[in-house]
T-cell receptor, first 113, second 113 residues
């Protein structure tokens, strides 16, 4: 099973709202990632968790707050977003090791009004 | 730094035509190379990978060979189908935490019946 699930599939929120994106995998992977993808562009790395600890933060604004409550779950908490934050948010997971394959979820399409 | 270059397209082909999407990379060390495919409205799916020079990755009729001498990983398929219409991303990974998981800009493929 190489499945990564993400909920919700679509999300519309106002600039004053607080919402969360959820990602789950049961492949025993200990590295999990959040990416942001704008239309017609490749994914951009936001955060990396390794063994449930934040190891990479690619200078992401504080209105995005990641959380890894256990080895299977990854959340992205959203607060006071801007319209330019509208994008497809992708979660991925991999083994921790050299040059490991990343497996992606279907994404959450976010629209900020 | 590391980078991936690929033809951006769009590439439009008739069904059963031969497909080549060029990908070249710049990297220090010895990266693993990947092709991911993104169908409309979906996340990225691993198509194939190669971990060392002269390796050939293959899946669903697609093939790519890791050419270290030309720093290339071109994607080929002998006979495309309408269902192959998607965006194809070439990517490389040099280490284990994903910060060097570098994507190319993506190539949009449209296959006409």
């Amino acid at each position: 099973d190489t499945e990564v699930t993400q909920t919700p599939k679509h999300l519309v929120m106002g600039m004053t709202n607080k919402k969360s994106l959820k990602c789950e995998q049961h492949m025993g992977h200990r590295a999990m990632y959040w990416y942001k993808q704008k239309a017609k562009k490749p994914p951009e790395l936001m955060f990396v968790y390794s063994y449930e600890k934040l190891s990479i933060n690619e200078s992401v604004p504080s209105r995005f707050s990641p959380e890894c409550p256990n080895s299977s779950l990854l959340n992205l908490h959203l607060h006071a977003l801007q319209p330019e934050d509208s994008a497809l948010y992708l979660c991925a997971s991999s083994q921790v090791g050299v040059q490991e394959t990343q497996y992606f979820g279907p994404g959450t399409r976010l629209l900020v009004l | 730094g590391n980078s991936v270059t690929q033809m951006e397209g769009p590439v439009t082909l008739s069904e059963e035509a031969f497909l080549t999407i060029n990908c070249t990379y710049t990297a220090t060390g010895y990266p693993s190379l990947f092709w991911y495919v993104q169908y409309p409205g979906e996340g990225l799916q691993l198509l194939l990978k190669a971990t060392k020079a002269d390796d050939k990755g293959s899946n669903k009729g697609f093939e790519a060979t890791y050419r270290k001498e030309t720093t290339s990983f071109h994607l080929e398929k002998g006979s495309v189908q309408v269902s192959d219409s998607a965006v194809y991303f070439c990517a490389l990974s040099e280490d284990n935490y994903g910060q060097n998981f570098v994507f190319g800009p993506g190539t949009r493929l449209s296959v006409l019946p």
